[in-house]
């Protein structure tokens, strides 16, 4: 079994994020997990979507995960890298067809869906029989 740590930029102090990153890696750490909110879905403690490219662009050495916590996943995918991720998470319940999100998104990158403590793994069985990973909250 392959082990992989990852680090959260949401746990870096945002005024020092480059430097948190260039340590993270300094360190070991081969991937990223990069939040972003929309304050609709829930309050934007995260990301932007600028802030993302950024750090893409500075940091190619390492795989970028994108969690998206925003309302409409399809209108965020124009907004991120997508051929330089090398995954994108989303909730399925903000998407009217979740199906066609994670079909999107496999074009470029591996497709993600989040589930939240309080769902019941059983009503996204069909969808994880097509997407490639699942990020349990």
Same mark, same amino acid.
């Given at each position: $079994? ?7 930029? !949401?746990? @870096?102090? =945002? ?9 993270? /890696?300094?360190?070991?750490?081969? +991937? ?6 929309? +304050? ?7 990301? &932007? #979507?600028?802030?993302?490219? $950024? /750090?893409?662009?500075? #940091? =190619? ?6 969690? !998206?916590?925003? *309302?409409?996943?399809?209108? @965020? !995918? ?8 090398? $995954?994108?998470? #989303?909730? *399925?319940? *903000? &998407? ?7 079909? *999107? ?6 497709? +993600?869906?989040?589930?939240? =403590? ?5 009503? #996204? !069985? ?10 349990? $909250?």
């Amino acid at each position: $079994m392959i082990h992989e740590l990852s680090a959260s930029a !949401l746990a @870096a102090n =945002p005024l020092r994020l480059e430097h948190a990153i260039s340590s993270a /890696i300094r360190q070991g750490i081969r +991937s990223l997990h990069l939040d972003v909110m929309d +304050s609709h879905y829930v309050d934007n403690l995260a990301l &932007s #979507f600028d802030q993302v490219n $950024m /750090i893409v662009e500075r #940091f =190619p050495e390492v795989h970028h995960d994108v969690h !998206l916590m925003v *309302t409409n996943p399809e209108t @965020a !995918l124009k907004h991120l890298p997508l051929k330089k991720l090398r $995954m994108i998470s #989303f909730h *399925t319940s *903000t &998407s009217e067809q979740p199906a066609a999100v994670i079909k *999107t998104i496999q074009k470029y990158c591996q497709a +993600s869906i989040a589930i939240n =403590p309080n769902e019941e793994l059983d009503n #996204f !069985l069909p969808l994880l029989k097509i997407a490639n990973h699942c990020l349990i $909250m």
